[in-house]
Each structure stands twice: as C-alpha cells, then as structure tokens.
C-alpha cells in the first residue's frame, strides 16, 4: 500500500510523517533524524491520548488500534474523533477534535433544472458571433447562461423566462442587421452598442457621383440623399428619388442607422434595405451603401466613412434575477437539510 504524507499540526510539533500500516516513520522539516517514538509520541499528544484511556486501555494500545482500523469511533480525552480505517491505513486528512466533519453541498443541479432554449443561428455569422467575448457580454445583459454549438450552428441559453427573453432579443438583434453585413465588431456593438452623441459621417464615391459629408449631432441628426436641391448630397439621375434615403444619428440607440425612402431601392452591402414603414438598419464604418440595384451596377454609391466625435462609455445593465418557483424553493431547502445533518 503506498502511504500518504500527512502534514501535522502544531499539536504534533511541525512534524510530517509517513502513516502506514506498519506504524508511523518521522520525517522532520530539517535535517535532524527522528525517531519512530518520537513520531508515535507527537501524534499522540496531538489527538489527545492520555497515559489511560477511558477504560482503561494505554495510550499506546489505543493508538495502535486506531492505525489498525479496528475502531470506528473511540474517545480520545478532549472528544470524540472518527478513526477512518481503509485497506488497513489512515486516510490523510486533519484531525481536530474541536470542528464537526462536514459534507460538501451539490449546486449542480441547480443549471440543469433551469429552462433552456436553443436559438438557431446562420452558418456564415457562426465566426463572428460565437467568441469568448460576446459570450461574456450576453451573459452580464441577459443574466443567462450561454453555451455556443458552432457545429450545429446554434446557441443553447438556460434561464429564467425574463432571461431568456432578453438573451433571445440581442441575438434576434444581431441576426437581423448583420443580414446587411457582418465582423466580430459589429456583432459586438449590437450586443453593447456605444452611446454616439456626434460623429462626422464621409461619403466616399465608388464612382463619379459627387462625395460628402456631414457631422451629425442630437440637434441635427439627419444627412440626406436625393435629386432634390434641399438634400445634404444631391445627384441628378433617373433612378435617383427626389428624397432617396437618410443617415440618421438616433437620439435614444446613440447610432447611425440608414433608411430607404426611394421608389427603386437601396441597397447597404448589397442587400435591399426595407421600406421606411419596416424599419431602419445599423450603418457601420466601412459599409457599402448602393442606390441602385447591384445586378445593374455595383459600384454606383458610397462607401460611409464614420468617425465618432462623441461617444458615451459602455454601460453595462443589470441583468434580470431569476426567482425560484415554490417547487424549487422547496427541492433546495430539503438539499440544505440533507446535507446538513451529515
């Protein structure tokens, strides 16, 4: 049988020793040899055995069958101590007759029986979405537990019903406006978007229509773009609307959004905007912004440059707490109870 080094106490005097079947070797911290009585004699100081015990027994016999295993349980002057014999040795751990021995609780069912929903996610946002990071970030909003399934494509939240309904709105959100476009960042502004106050937004052209440029700010959030005289960018062209579509710095989101107000259409990274009526889309630095259809011509509108001129810090929100139902409340409480009286 190997035998387990067993670091004594002060009631032992410093000492470590080997505890085996065969008795008990010294084994002191410096280079002074011990002695296997003086070993024998520290633990039994340090348990508490007297020169008799309480019937009668000397210290030495008590301690001998204590090391044999041939008592479950034996009075030892200041208590009682359990003796755990296993295969003929002590097993390793402290022995102080002055705490109760205690039994570790299991929490781990308390993930499992929480509601779950797996929440589908497109194979081509798997990379972007699925990082240590927003992770993190769903998990500090939402209060939810959030494990991701790249292979299968999908992303398994536990909660609360209050949590997974806000977990499933950031991830709805990132599903929606990374159908015009998509990065790690973002996805990452979707889930913790800055608070914008200004920015200077540039229009660059892919070809020969004129640039431009506009700082947005809450007092005057809008830049527009159409045929008509009165539009911050004017072009003058057939498929062109009087009023074709508008950058907007929203007041409460603290983002530049874009929204179609044309007859044909625009189109931000090649997909088709929805009409004023169904919303408005997140604009980000480096997008691609068409106006007309891509099958036609590609290179016929911007590329939108956005620096930030002010911006709020990120604000973290407090996720919602989960209340236990009475049933739980009741299963954990005959868990506690369990576990204490061990």
């Known amino acids: ?28 911290f410096d280079a002074a040899e011990g002695s296997e009585f003086d070993a ?22 008590q301690l001998d069958q204590m090391l044999a295993g041939n008592a479950g349980g034996m009075q030892f002057g200041a208590g009682t101590i359990e003796a755990v014999a296993k295969s003929g040795m002590l097993m390793g751990m402290r022995l102080d007759p002055s705490k109760i021995a205690t039994t570790a ?18 194979r081509e946002l798997v990379e972007h979405l699925m990082t240590p990071e927003h992770r993190q970030i769903i998990m ?23 949590q997974l309904k806000k977990a499933t709105r950031q991830l709805q959100r990132v599903l929606v406006h990374c159908n015009w476009g998509r990065s790690e960042e973002k ?60 950058l907007q710095l929203d007041s409460e989101r603290g983002a530049i959004y874009v929204i179609d107000l044309s007859t044909n259409g625009t189109f931000l990274n090649g997909i088709r905007l929805p009409q004023k009526k169904s919303g408005k889309v997140l604009v980000s630095h480096g997008d691609e912004l068409l106006l007309q259809d891509p099958k036609i011509d590609e290179e016929f509108g911007y590329i939108i440059n956005i620096e930030e001129i002010n911006a709020k810090e990120e604000v973290k929100l407090k996720a919602p707490r989960r209340i236990m139902s009475a049933e739980e409340h009741t299963s954990h409480l005959i868990d506690y109870h369990k576990h204490s009286i061990r």
Not at 109 to 121: A, I, N
Not at 140 to 162: D, M, N, Y
Not at 193 to 221: D, W, Y
């Open 187 to 246: 996805v990452r502004r979707l889930l913790r978007p800055r608070i914008v106050q200004s920015a200077l937004v540039r229009l660059s052209p892919m070809n020969r229509l004129p640039s431009g440029s506009k700082t947005l700010t809450m007092n005057n959030p809008v830049l527009c773009i159409g045929k008509d005289k009165t539009n911050d960018v004017t072009i003058n062209a057939n498929m062109i609307s009087r009023q074709h579509c508008i």
């Open 140 to 162: 500090e909003e939402s209060g939810c537990e959030v494990e991701w399934e790249p292979e299968a494509s999908q992303v398994l939240l536990r909660g609360s019903e209050e």
């Open 105 to 122: 609780m299991d929490f781990s069912r308390l993930g499992s029986e929480l509601p779950s929903k797996d929440f589908p996610v497109p």
């Open 1 to 28: 049988l190997k035998p387990l080094w067993h670091e004594l106490g002060d009631g032992f005097g410093g000492q470590r020793c080997w505890i085996a079947p065969s008795g008990i070797m010294k084994r002191g």
């Open 40 to 61: 024998r004699k520290a633990l039994k100081q340090g348990l508490g055995f007297g020169d008799l015990g309480a019937d009668g027994m000397s210290a030495d016999f």
